[in-house]
């Protein structure tokens, strides 16, 4: 099977920043869309950004001038930087990938369990 887990999330005042790491593994012949979302208590869940396996980026415009995603395709490795961060970023932030697997070659979306981020004003 394959495992997603999120790090990084935590407590910043508005203005700071946050790394966010996300790492897929087990039977993975092939990662191809990484995404990170969010949700906010009593919100519908959103996409945050998203980032293909060429490298095609697509962010929330919200979020667009603030954050950046990254792979790291060796390591099946999404990361979001998150600068200038506000009150309303804070949210349950979600890692979403798009994986094939092992034996079947068939491609199956998979969820983390969310790492939080709280910004304070």
């Known amino acids: 099977q394959v495992q997603v887990v999120e790090s990084g999330g935590g407590l910043v005042q508005a203005g700071g920043s946050l790394r966010l790491s996300c790492v897929a593994s087990g039977n993975i012949v092939s990662i191809n869309n990484m995404g990170w979302y969010r949700q906010a208590p009593g919100k519908q869940r959103e996409l945050v950004a998203r980032?293909?396996?060429?490298?095609?980026?697509n962010y929330a415009d919200s979020t667009k001038d603030r954050f950046t995603i990254s792979r790291d395709n060796a390591n099946n490795t999404v990361y979001l930087q998150m600068n200038s961060l506000k009150p309303e970023d804070t949210a349950l932030y979600y890692c979403?990938?798009?994986?094939?697997?092992?034996?079947?070659?068939?491609?199956?979306?998979?969820w983390g369990q969310g790492t939080q981020v709280t910004v304070s004003s």
């Open positions: 979403n990938v798009i994986v094939m697997t092992a034996p079947t070659l068939s491609s199956y979306i998979y």
């Open positions: 980032i293909s396996s060429g490298g095609t980026t």
